[in-house]
């Protein structure tokens, strides 16, 4: 097989994460140090930066300032949520992307993101191919969802795990401090899928959590819920619960449905407001003192309370990926292969076909969720516990994050 | 002077915070340690723990996990708001807890809270002087908000303006991810008083943090709000804007009012709910993608970001309670007296008269706030800045926080 030689180009797309950067820190000091790779180019907000002809020469950075990549949260080169046509209904875009990779003469592309992304990146690889340029597409996983497949765990999930952990375990000492008594719901992103809600039930664990955790693989009944919320508060004087964004009742219908309209560019509905709708029909049944706080934003940049393992795991997927490229394979996204056994916790790097990871939920499995429907199994904290371990050791000034400031230097099109 | 000697009740009052139980640690382990004390009863959600006569038997604990108490947030005895009524015009509370006191043959007594709760100590100390029950007590300074005077500042602030700085930067670095713009509003807790609100501002100063802070020091003015967000948005295609939850109009009516009609024990208006009614203000006026974000519970329980120099602190001062009390001194609280100059930062305790303290509301120098009215001057940064520095060696099991498992076991009666 023949050995590329030309730039590469890094893009970061999706929803950030606290680590997603550490990703971008792989790719970046990996492509760096490699003699096939000639230029390594960011690529401003994703594929936009590619199809506006926005690229950053990284090797232009204080190299001191890729090694603080790790410890910034978001994406530092800028994300987007932008949806490739079909190129066999529209190649317009593919038709600019193969205009600007040649015009960098740019022989690797990575791309970093969650399902869409990887859809993004298995579109352009295959349009590659079918105009016969060379050039070794790699996706690298990333999403605080969790939701890809075929990977055992995503970078970035285990990192927001840990802040919605540890958030809850600190709520849930605050929720219960008057004898008056408080009902307290907690929303936590996850789209479709419950591992990050899951997570939440990692504090109860540790004993300090949601009594009641609702995923979203389970429909939601109102009724039940009530009951169950009734039963707590009865029995205890308050109550921590925690619900995903995505809880749906049977029919389908998002338990949040009525508060949201908006939808972000792929078209999913915008979901959120969920937690003080619930607290108010909790309110309006009960008549009790209640709370509805909403994670939001921070549990996808909580870098402060960043896994090691979640971290050190999302370099490790950006450098496979550079490795795995230049020694010629394509096509293809890093994924995490694990195993948890008696001896600990073990993870490494594979390869699956981009095809497989773009656009499929990986879901909790119904057999992790309690048959109450309002909680989960020791298999899941098996599962998510080992991702969460290891404190960075994190730089601050004046006990403030350092993050990595970037020069963000355009780069010429002369080769 | 004769030295009493007796048991001593400490109770814990008011909204918790990320290091009021180091306080109670300070109060339990030196009370402990004394020799005129002759045993250490922890109050069941403060005062009303008096009132009912149940109270906790600390010389039971075990000292390991007294030592964890300045890791675990919110008041580890429990918390309430409860008034007590003017004694001239209803004095039975007061007779009850002097029947407790007699009951227990408590001598000292240190009341750990905000405003309110040191005016339910005042209340308590001079009823005692009245009918000549020697007993000395003391206040323990506590409130997130920072607004109680004759203290440069109150424990518990810091470590809520650290999670606010750090939290901010966190947002900031999310916030601006996308090429297509986003406006979001933080709502920070604080009451009347715009110290928490002001910490935004120390993120800014960091270089990553909020383009716009508004303190309810100055009057809210929503076309000059909208007129500000217009034009960093259009300057920068983004804004992360901070707002005091206690932010008003010039004739005092909260900007979150319509929002809200709950209040707490007190009588204070609930506040909350005010920065996606903002966010969807701004939404309807400029068209643009907007989010709103409350730190609500979260920023007073954020242990796992507190500052070492606020945990410090907070021991102090119930150290320093403590040991005025057994010299001899009643009816003050403990304040802390900093310095702040070219050699740093320096902080010791000084006793202020419990009148002093309470209900008078501590706010932001007008001077210490930007001529627009949309920041803050380099003077709060100074003064705030010392107060988040030091970040303690938490206990960690399994990743995630290791709090203090108290026992709680009822004292009986009989001495």
Known sequence: MEILKGACIIGQSGGPTAVINASAQGVIQTALANPNITRVLGAAHGIKGVLADKLYDMGQEDPAELDLLQFTPSSALGSCRYK???????????QRILEIFKKYDVRYFFYNGGNDSMDTC????????????????????????????GTDHCPG?????KYIATSCMELYQDARVYDTGTI??????????????????LATWAGS??????????????????????????ATGNCLVAVSEGIHYADGTFVSEAKTSATDGFGHAQLGGLA????????????????????????????????????????????AAVEAAVSGTTD????????????GYHCETKLVPLSQAANTEQKVPLAWINQAGNGVEQAFIDYALPLIQGEPQRPVEHA?????????????GEV
């Open 122 to 149: 298995n579109k352009i690889s295959k349009y590659m191919q079918r105009v016969g340029y060379p050039c070794n597409v790699i996706g690298v996983p990333k999403t605080i969802d969790n939701d890809l497949s």
């Open 276 to 319: 003080a709708m619930l607290a108010e029909t909790i309110k309006q049944k009960m008549g009790v003192k209640v709370r509805g706080i909403e994670l939001s934003l921070l549990q996808r940049c909580g870098s402060h309370l960043a896994s090691k393992t979640d971290m050190d795991e999302a370099y490790l997927a950006g450098k």
């Open 332 to 343: 293809h996204m890093v994924a995490l292969d694990c195993r948890r056994d008696s001896s």
């Open 209 to 234: 959590g949601p009594d009641l955790v609702y995923l979203p693989e389970v429909d939601f009944d109102m009724d039940r819920f009530l009951a169950d919320v009734k039963k707590v508060y009865d």
């Open 184 to 201: 307290v719901v907690v929303e936590i992103m996850g789209r479709h899928a419950g591992w990050l809600a899951g997570a939440a039930a």
């Open 84 to 94: 490739l046509a079909d190129p066999d209904v529209d190649d317009t875009d593919y």
């Open 400 to 412: 403030l994050p350092r993050f990595s400031k970037l020069k963000k230097v355009l780069a010429s």
């Open 157 to 161: 999930y285990a990192s927001a795990a």
